[in-house]
Nanobody
């Protein structure tokens, strides 16, 4: 069974950058679909970015051009580079794996990102 652990969140000023990491353990994730989602209290969780096993990426319109998702299959890790952060990017960020073979979704525990002056 795969386990996901996010890290890299924190409190930053508008215009700053952060890099989130999501490390997987339990098995290789090299073929799986990986995504970053975010959620603020009272609102549904929304997709921020996703990346396929082949490296194809997809972004929410609100982050396109500012965020970059990438994966290092040797490290079994997916990243989210967040640049030009805005206060509206404040949320808990979650990593999700969709097993290509199992069809099972696995979530990490989340990491808080707060963008404030």
């Amino acid at each position: 069974q795969v386990r996901l652990v996010e890290s890299g969140g924190g409190l930053v000023q508008p215009g700053s950058s952060l890099r989130l990491s999501c490390a997987a353990s339990g098995r290789s994730i090299s073929n799986d679909l990986l995504g970053w989602y975010r959620q603020v209290p009272g609102q549904p969780r929304e997709l921020v970015a996703s990346i396929t096993g082949g490296g194809l990426t997809n972004y929410a319109h609100s982050v396109e051009g500012r965020f970059t998702i990438s994966r290092d299959n040797a490290m079994n890790t997916v990243y989210l580079q967040m640049d030009s952060l805005k206060p509206e990017d404040t949320a808990i960020y979650y990593c999700k794996l969709h097993g290509i073979i199992t069809g099972i979704d696995t979530w990490g525990q989340g990491t808080q990102v707060t963008v404030s002056a």
